[in-house]
């Protein structure tokens, strides 16, 4: 387990409170309030939820809030809803209609503001695009796209019509896009001819066709042109987005599904070689990014949100499209990197656009703190008055850097702890009254029954390590792994009896009841943020031809919080050199994408085995964490692969 926060003595931390200007203004002002609805909540969770699911517009109500038959959830049975009615037209009727509900920044300094009244007539009018393309209710979509509006146009489209959208992350490469189709039955593409990146023009569309060579189930791909760059079109197949929106009307009514409608599908590493499809339904998942954006981003009619989050990952969908959308509010979206043209470009449109709210990740502050105080300095960041922080455990230095910077010191972060599968962030402070202690994620959300159990089940004492689960339903949570309900009810529901969803991640709690979260508990690294399974990246390197066998590890990584570090037997007519070293890492990232190119890739003789033939990843990580292997080896088939290992390793 690679941890963040070593320490054991928490309660020594600084703590910092929230400023009573901030708290007088909250939702939740005070921790006596926070305690009080928290109470409420576990008491009587059906109620809390019932309350905030009411906010939203349904075309039918509900007759029963949950119906629970452990591992499965249904919530709000009997009600109809339409996602994208909640996000977009209930607010391009009514006052919010001229209201920017996106402000969008492309990497070249591009501009557009789409109001809610606009966005209303692009959804429309893509939504159209689907049905005469044949996309019907339930129906999958690959989303392989930039960052740019028609992203998340695209996705409500899907949300609109009760297909489904599996949106494939644009740094994936062709083989990921085609295992994902393949698992998701995926007819219809969206994808663009390329996005803007670090000045240069990414291609995208090669890239899916390069997947679909593989692969004849896809019958139409429907290309935005964003960068102009050259791009062969397949005349049977391939259509351009604007030819499509332009021959159908603006006009189209959102008809209701029923609340466990499945709205999206997102694929994520897990401790197997296939990656999962997280399925997510509808009524549920929206009550969850809906109220916690409400109570733990806070947010109001006169804020202006910014995540900077892709729309690829979990948090790009819950806090980008869904949760911000459903609360009516302003939000910036970017397409490019935070370094172009320097890294002052985050704080430079943090000033133009007046970003109250700031959503990002700790590897990118760490990667701020590096590039100098001078970016920030050089900004009025004044309008700023909350953060959030997301994907990893955020360490002191990189909270207390963001606090002061960022924040000038006044603003509250939110350090949210969640999961795709969770759907929602799970355990986060409430701004107006929780008090921080940096590298805590602090306390439940409403409504959460979150623990820490040993491995016999026992609730762990303060200061203990142990499994961080959740022992009652959520609305949000993931309903199934997409077509395989059975590694659905193993992976998450097996640890223990009772329906107890058991996250995958080790954890403790301090004598306040904070929880600290150490790291994953499985074979998946948290590098960047992104989840990535050693599996995944063991079975890319041996589909190499040179590439007997491979193991993966993690170590930790000042930047990237853990960094890739792979361990490679060549087949017997390969030698080692530089030059296959380069072309194994490549290798990884034309498989899986460039995320997950190993950082170290060491050549062994041979990987340390235990007699039954498991590769002992302990003494891999120990290795690579500190240089030497002094655990326990008594199980090992044949020592001597330990000096040949700690050779390769200081080459
Ligand atoms: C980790 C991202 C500590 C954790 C939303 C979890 C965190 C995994 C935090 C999920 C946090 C996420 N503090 N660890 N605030 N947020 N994690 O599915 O290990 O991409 O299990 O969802 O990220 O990653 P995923």
Redesign the pocket.
Known sequence: MSSQNPSLNHDKDTVHKPSKEFSSKARISSMGAYRKLYKESIEKPNKFWAREAKELVWQKPWEKVLTWKAPHAKWFDGGKLNVCENCVDRHAAGPRKNKAAIIWEGEPGDKRVITYGQLQKDVCRFANVLLKNGVKAKDCVLIYMPMVPEAAIAMLACARIGAVHNVVFGGFAAEAIADRLEDSGAKVIVTADGGWRRGKVVALKPVVDEALTKSSQVTRVIVLNRCNNSIAMEPTRDVWWHDEVGTVSSKHIAKGFDSEHPLFVLY?SGSTGKPKGILHTSGGYLTGTYSTCKYIFDMRDEDVFWCTADVG???GHSYIVYGPLANGVTQVMYEGAPNFPDFGRFWKMVEEYGVTIFYTAPTAIRAFIKAGNPFPEAHDLSSLRLLG?????INPEAWNWYHKYIGGGKCPIV??????ETGAILISPIPGATPCKPGT?TLPFFGIDAAILDDAGKECKAGEDGRLVIRKPWPSMIRSIYGDKERFKKTYWSDYAGGIYS???GARRDKDGNFW?I??LDDVL?VSG??LGTAEIESALVSHPAVAEAAVVGRPDDMKGQAVAAFVTLKEEFVESENLRDELRNHVGKVIGAIAKPDDLHFAVGLPKTRSGKIMRRLLKELVCTGRISGNITTLEDGSVIDSLLRSIKR
């Open positions: 994520t990952w979990i948090t922080s997301v994907g990893e455990p350090d949210t702890w969640w999961q795709t994620a996250a995958g991640d979260i790291g994953r948290n992104h989840r």
